[in-house]
C-alpha cells in the first residue's frame, strides 16, 4: 500500500515543480511593492547611502536615488501589468540630465505620468487640474522628488516658493 503512494506523491511533486517553471518562464512574477527599493538597488548598483524619492500607486512606481551632496542620481520606474501577473515590473531607469536641472516627465500611456526632480528648481506646489477638480501636491522645495499622476489627469502647473511657474522642460514617452 505505501509503495503505490510513493510514485503518486512524486507525480504531485513533478507537477508542482513543473507548473512553477511555467509560471517562472512566463515572466508573471514581479516585485512585490515592499521589495521594490532593494531591488532597484541591487539590479542598477545603486549604493545603500543614496537617499531616496518614491511614489508608487496600483500602475506604476518612481524611484529617484541621489547622493548626500545631491550631485548626482539615478532613477527607477517599475509598472504594473495587466492579465494574470503579480506584482511590479521593471520597465526603464538610469540618469538623467533633465532629472539634475529641471524636471522630467516620463509618461506611459495606459499606467501614468512619472515626474522626478533633483528640484533645482525649488518646485513647492504641483497642481493638477482636470476641468472637474483641482488637486494640489505640496513638495518640500528644498528636497528632491518623485510624483506619480494616473495618465488622464488633465494639466499639470508646477510653483516655486515665489509662486513663479517652473517649466517641465522635457517629457518623453516611456520605453
Known amino acids: 500500500m505505501k509503495a503505490e503512494k510513493i510514485p ?3 507525480g504531485i511533486v513533478l507537477i508542482i515543480l513543473l ?6 518562464q512566463a515572466d508573471v512574477l514581479g516585485v512585490s511593492a515592499n521589495r521594490l527599493e532593494q531591488d532597484a538597488r541591487e539590479n542598477q548598483n545603486i549604493k545603500s547611502s543614496w537617499e531616496m524619492a518614491q511614489a508608487v ?6 524611484m529617484l ?4 551632496e545631491k550631485d548626482d542620481c539615478a532613477y527607477s520606474i517599475y509598472l504594473s501589468r495587466e492579465g494574470f501577473s503579480y506584482g511590479y515590473f521593471f520597465r526603464q531607469g538610469g540618469s538623467d540630465p533633465y532629472m539634475e536641472d529641471s ?6 500611456e495606459d499606467k501614468g505620468i ?3 526632480s533633483m528640484n533645482e528648481d525649488g518646485v513647492c506646489k504641483i497642481v493638477v487640474d482636470n476641468d472637474v477638480e483641482e488637486n494640489v501636491i505640496n513638495v518640500n522645495p528644498e528636497e ?3 510624483v506619480v499622476l494616473p495618465a ?13 511657474i517652473v517649466t517641465l522642460y522635457d517629457t518623453d514617452t516611456g520605453i
Open 152 to 164: 488622464d489627469c488633465g494639466a499639470i502647473t508646477m510653483y516655486d516658493s515665489q509662486e513663479n
Open 19 to 24: 507548473a512553477f517553471l511555467i509560471v517562472w
Open 8 to 10: 503518486l506523491l512524486l
Open 144 to 146: 528632491p522628488f518623485a
Open 65 to 68: 536615488f541621489y547622493d548626500e
Open 103 to 108: 524636471v522630467k516627465g516620463i509618461v506611459f
Open 57 to 62: 500607486n496600483d500602475n506604476m512606481c518612481a
Open 114 to 116: 512619472a515626474l522626478l
